[in-house]
Nanobody
């Protein structure tokens, strides 16, 4: 079963930037659609961004224009560049494929606070 490992989170001030990474245990990125999710305290996990195989992307409204999803298929790694971060972006960020093939990993915590 494929596994994904998220990294790159941390504390950041409002307006700052972070780049998250999602590494896959298998070379599958070139064949599947990949997603970034996040879960804030007391809230349900929500889809943040999606990257289709043909490089088409989707962003939820609250992050559009601030976040950029990208992938390096050769490295089996996906990224989420997050700019102009806001306190409401505070959450644990997860990655998975569109079919939710992998068990949810530990995620990476992003905390936006002054």
């Amino acid at each position: 079963q494929v596994q994904f490992v998220e990294s790159g989170g941390g504390p950041v001030q409002p307006g700052g930037s972070l780049r998250l990474s999602c590494a896959a245990s298998e070379s599958i990125f070139s064949t599947i659609t990949m997603d970034w999710y996040r879960q804030a305290p007391g809230k349900e996990r929500e889809l943040v961004a999606r990257s289709w195989r043909d490089t088409t992307t989707y962003y939820t409204g609250s992050v559009k224009g601030r976040f950029t999803i990208s992938r390096d298929n050769a490295k089996s790694t996906m990224y989420l560049q997050m700019n102009n971060l806001k306190p409401e972006d505070t959450a644990v960020y997860y990655c998975n494929d569109i079919n939710l093939s992998a068990d949810w990993g530990q995620g990476t915590q992003v905390t936006v606070s002054s």
